[in-house]
């Protein structure tokens, strides 16, 4: 199960809205080994694609010195579908290299960049293997 906050679960939201019609994409960092997310980390989509994401390589590599250097970890890795449901894709699947974290999706195919609904939905990907897991929000913890 992935517990978050509201705050940080509208921060993502927001970001897919305001990046739409481009697929928008960041983390959420926590302390390490606490498995609670809790710096919203929003990142550029470096393809600039309403079908696709890739973290800039430069953005990247400052974001895993910066996770060392704060004795952070990944806890949510998140993207946004932009003309699709909130459910990982053969190439999201292929890119998930965190065995440790929980994959946010949120679709904007139906609001777009405006206020409406979304499907926000979390999941484990292991080994190839897709688990949806329930998003329990809280407001703080």
Do not use: W
């Not at 989509?45 to 953005?59: C, K, L, Q």
Request: proline content about 6%; aromatic content about 8%; overall charge negative.
């Amino acid at each position: 199960m992935l517990t978050i906050t509201q705050a940080l679960r509208d921060q993502i939201v927001a970001h897919a809205r305001a990046d739409h019609p481009d697929e928008a994409c960041g983390v959420i960092a926590g302390p390490a080994g606490s498995g609670r997310p809790e710096r919203f980390v929003p990142m550029l989509n470096a393809a600039r694609s309403p079908t696709f994401y890739e973290f800039d390589s430069g953005d990247l590599l400052k974001l895993y010195r910066e996770l060392d250097d704060r004795d952070e970890e990944l806890v949510v890795i998140y993207h946004s579908h932009t003309a699709t449901p909130a459910y990982p894709s053969r190439t999201d699947v292929s890119y998930a290299g965190e065995p440790g974290a929980h994959y946010v999706l949120v679709s904007t195919a139906e609001c777009g960049n405006e206020e409406g609904p979304v499907e926000f939905r979390s999941f484990r990907i292991v080994d190839g293997e897709i688990t949806e897991e329930e998003v329990r929000l809280v407001e703080a913890y």
